[in-house]
């Protein structure tokens, strides 16, 4: 065997022995998304207080945040749409009764979960 084969073999067996976290590659995707909280995008009515709306979708201790912070948006959308976009973290495997109650919301024109 080459000391090039030899490398390649002990690197494999270091990469086998270290830790693995959510995210990392070769993790199972399906193992990541279990982990990793989601988010729900929403756009809010004009005259709505999004933490509020928020709060309604993800619970008491929620935080919102504007969608497009600190940058252009990169979609063609008429900018009171933009302003009014805001996103909150929901916790993993809760995020699809978070958006029913997104989607049921009277000051939300539109919910989904950002991919």
Partial sequence: M?????????QSWL????PSFAG???EPAASRAREEPLAIVFVIKRGSDPIVVGQRIAGPNAGVSPFYPDRPPSENLPQTILLRTFVVTVPAGRE???LKR???DADIELAYIAT
């Fill in 2 to 10: 080459s000391c090039r084969g030899e490398a390649l073999l002990g």
């Fill in 15 to 18: 990469a086998s022995t270290q």
């Fill in 24 to 26: 990392a590659p070769g």
């Fill in 96 to 98: 699809h009764e978070a």
């Fill in 102 to 104: 997104a989607q049921a």
